[in-house]
């Protein structure tokens, strides 16, 4: 993963949702050979922005943070999303 573009993605997931704990993870290495542009990556995020939400809404407020980013950068995300009450549980 690019270190620029690292950055960025954890500038807009930290900008949107003000997470207690943000783990970034490029998977991109997994999926050599497939001939897409953006990386691949994991994304664990822990904020209290998820509080009543379901698991789309949760989605969707990453996705949000994200922007274009979606469209060129990020390939592929697999989002795990907690609120601290759930990561506390765990």
Request: no cysteine; charged share 25%; glycine share 8%.
């Amino acid at each position: 993963m690019s270190a620029e573009r690292e950055q960025l993605i954890r500038q807009r997931i930290e900008d949107a949702l003000r997470p207690q704990h943000l783990e970034l993870i490029d998977d991109s290495h997994l999926h050599a050979g497939h001939g897409a542009t953006g990386g691949h990556y994991t994304v664990r995020v822990m904020s209290d922005a998820f509080v009543g939400k379901n698991l789309l809404q949760r989605h969707r407020l990453v996705y949000e943070a994200l922007g274009d980013l979606m469209n060129g950068e990020i390939h592929a995300l697999s989002i795990d999303a907690s609120t601290p009450a759930e990561h506390a549980e765990t």
